[in-house]
């Protein structure tokens, strides 16, 4: 299970109608990749389909999709958005992570 925070919902939400996505339809699709400077970094885009190997979940009426590899890194993870002067945008509170950078978009477990 993948949890969007209230602050999260309502950039997404933003975020998705200024680039032409609608919120009620289409996917936040959430992922790991190799890189960073702690050696894996998160992935966050919008997507219109569903692939048949992603996991689907659902939370504060927003429709996340994630491949079945990122999701053994992800699990448990919740989508909090940080904005104001000193905000750092999306940030991932992801419990499987044993070191994260100062930045918060890398991760080693």
């Known amino acids: 299970m993948i949890k969007v925070s209230e602050s999260a919902k309502t950039k997404i939400s933003q975020l998705m109608t200024e680039e032409g996505f609608d919120i009620v339809k289409d996917y936040v699709r959430v992922g790991v990749k190799s890189g960073g400077c702690s ?43 940080s904005g104001g002067l000193n905000g750092k945008g999306f940030v991932f509170n992801n419990p499987n992570a044993n070191r994260t950078c100062g930045c918060g978009e890398s991760f080693s477990l």
């Open 39 to 81: 050696g894996l970094s998160y992935e966050l885009k919008f997507d219109h389909e569903q692939m048949d190997s992603d996991k689907l979940f659902e939370d504060n009426l927003v429709k996340i999709i994630v491949d079945k590899k990122s999701f053994l890194y992800l699990v448990g993870t919740t989508l909090e958005y």
